[in-house]
Each structure stands twice: as C-alpha cells, then as structure tokens.
C-alpha cells in the first residue's frame, strides 16, 4: 500500500462494519463483491478504505485476514493503467510477450479471477467513466472504491455507503487527539465540544480543516469568533 496506516485514525467503526459486511455478504457464486464510499472531498474515504484495508490485513486471524492487498490512486486513466502494470509486475506477470496495455490488464484479471483472498482498493475514482474495463468481475476478492460520485452503479455499486463529518463524539474524541489533551480538563472538553459543533454546523468537510488546528491555533480566529473563544478557553 502505499500510504502509511495513520496512527491517529478516529472513529468510524460503524462505516468501518458496513464495508465489512457488505463485500463479505454472500453474492452471486463467483463473481467479485465491489463496494464504494462516497462522500464530499476530504471528508475522510481514503482514510477510511486505508484503515479498512491494514484492520483486515493485519488485526484479524487468518481465517479473515486478506492475503494480498492492491491499492491504486486513480487521478487520470493512466494512473490506473500503470497501477495494473505495477500489480503485474509484482505477481510477476510481465513476461516479455506481455507489453501490449489490454494484454496487462488481461493478465491481472485472469490472476484475481484465479485467486481468492485479495482487496483492489481503488481510490479518488472521481471519474468513474474509465473504469469499467478495468473490474474484475470474476473471482474471490473484494473491490472498494472511493469516490466524491454518488451514482456508481455503471461499475455495479447500486448503493455506495455514504461518509459524512465524523459524529460529535468521534469530533471530539479526534480534536482531543490531536491535540494531544486525551486526558483533558473540563474546560479542554468544552471547548472540543464547541469548536466541533460550530464546524458541524457549518457542514465543512471539517477533518483537513482540523490538521491545521495544532499548532497554528491562531488560524482559527479569523474563522469565527465562536472558535476562537473554544480555542483560547482550552
Ligand atoms: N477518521 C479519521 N481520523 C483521523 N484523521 C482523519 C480521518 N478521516 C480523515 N482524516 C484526515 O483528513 C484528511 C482528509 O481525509 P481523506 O484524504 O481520507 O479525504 P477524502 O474524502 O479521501 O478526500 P478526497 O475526496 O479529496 O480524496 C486526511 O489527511 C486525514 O489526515
Ligand atoms: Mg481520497
């Protein structure tokens, strides 16, 4: 994978279950599990695939565990196209003949529709006009996409799951976190509790908002006034 398990990952638990259950449900024999989070930029997909991808490669038994985890960032169609020669590479695929790009892709469907045990996390999929072709569709693995799109259903997505703000608990539990006041005073929990329910309020995919809160406090002034206040109160 390429991006680093984030030790300060908060909450979730319940989107965390629903992936879970909806690529391990029973679905048509043979024929891959394909999910999706959707949501607003930066309110928290790739992170929540991430965390998804290293609990169930890492944090289980073996029984549930996924034996080999492919992760590709999809910001244009070549990004995808050598994400798939990369997979191939790494399976060892590539023989000399296989140079051709459909040929890749061929190859890489064939060893996922062989395999059991995988997760293809397809992620930032904004543009999910390009993707089709790309699926599996046969095999024993799981496909979880992230994307800013609701209507997925061209890649066989009828219901994406849907990622909003964190809840009020997890906002503050990941303000306090952050800031390093776990174990904080009344005072420090109230002004979390504030400043959390005044970017709720204000329906801001507030997470990337928040990582500049520590320690250039002072941004937040200008802001609102009401977050000030909850930070000088801390
Ligand atoms: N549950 C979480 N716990 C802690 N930090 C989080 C959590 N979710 C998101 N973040 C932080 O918020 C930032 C934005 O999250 P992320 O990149 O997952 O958003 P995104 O929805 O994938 O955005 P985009 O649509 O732009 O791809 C991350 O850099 C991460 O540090
Ligand atoms: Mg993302």
Same mark, same amino acid.
């Given at each position: 994978?390429?991006?680093?398990?984030?030790?300060?990952?908060?909450?979730?638990? /319940?989107?965390?279950?629903?992936?879970?259950?909806?690529?391990?449900?029973? +679905?048509?024999?043979?024929?891959?599990?394909?999910? @999706? #989070?959707? +949501?607003?930029?930066? %309110?928290?997909?790739?992170?929540?695939?991430?965390?998804?991808?290293?609990?169930?490669?890492?944090? $289980?038994?073996?029984?549930?565990?996924?034996?080999?985890? &492919?992760? #590709?960032?999809?910001?244009?169609?070549? @990004?995808?196209?050598?994400? &798939?020669?990369?997979?191939?590479? !790494?399976? !060892?695929?590539?023989?000399?003949?296989?140079?051709?790009?459909?040929?890749?892709?061929?190859?890489?469907?064939? *060893?996922?529709?062989?395999?059991? +045990? *995988?997760?293809? %996390?397809?992620?930032?999929?904004?543009? =999910? /006009? &390009?993707?089709?072709?790309?699926? =599996?569709?046969?095999?024993?693995?799981? %496909?979880?996409?992230?994307?800013? %799109?609701?209507?997925?259903?061209?890649?066989?997505? #009828?219901? =994406?799951? /849907?990622?909003?703000?964190?809840?009020?608990?997890?906002?503050?539990? &990941?303000?306090?976190?952050?800031?390093?006041?776990?174990?904080? /005073?009344?005072?420090?929990?109230?002004?979390?509790?504030?400043?959390?329910?005044?970017?709720?309020?204000?329906? *801001?995919?507030?997470?990337?908002? $928040?990582?500049?809160?520590?320690?250039? $406090?002072?941004?937040?002034?200008?802001?609102? =006034?009401?977050?000030?206040?909850? $930070? *000088?109160?801390?």
């Amino acid at each position: 994978m390429p991006l680093d398990r984030n030790p300060c990952f908060t909450g979730r638990a /319940s989107i965390l279950e629903q992936i879970r259950q909806a690529l391990t449900a029973r +679905g048509t024999a043979g024929l891959t599990q394909v999910q @999706a #989070i959707a +949501g607003l930029g930066g %309110v928290g997909k790739t992170q929540t695939a991430l965390e998804y991808a290293y609990r169930y490669y890492w944090d $289980v038994n073996r029984d549930e565990a996924y034996q080999a985890v &492919f992760w #590709i960032r999809l910001d244009t169609e070549q @990004a995808l196209q050598s994400g &798939f020669q990369e997979i191939a590479e !790494m399976l !060892m695929l590539c023989e000399a003949a296989v140079k051709e790009a459909d040929q890749i892709v061929r190859v890489v469907k064939t *060893w996922l529709a062989e395999h059991t +045990g *995988w997760l293809l %996390v397809l992620d930032n999929a904004d543009d =999910p /006009s &390009f993707i089709r072709n790309y699926l =599996p569709k046969r095999g024993q693995g799981h %496909v979880l996409i992230t994307s800013r %799109v609701q209507d997925l259903q061209r890649l066989g997505v #009828i219901q =994406p799951l /849907s990622l909003d703000a964190l809840n009020p608990e997890e906002a503050v539990a &990941f303000l306090l976190q952050r800031t390093g006041r776990e174990a904080a /005073s009344q005072a420090a929990q109230r002004a979390a509790e504030a400043l959390s329910a005044e970017l709720g309020h204000c329906r *801001w995919p507030w997470n990337r908002l $928040v990582l500049t809160w520590s320690p250039q $406090v002072l941004a937040f002034k200008t802001i609102s =006034p009401a977050i000030g206040i909850a $930070v *000088w109160t801390c």
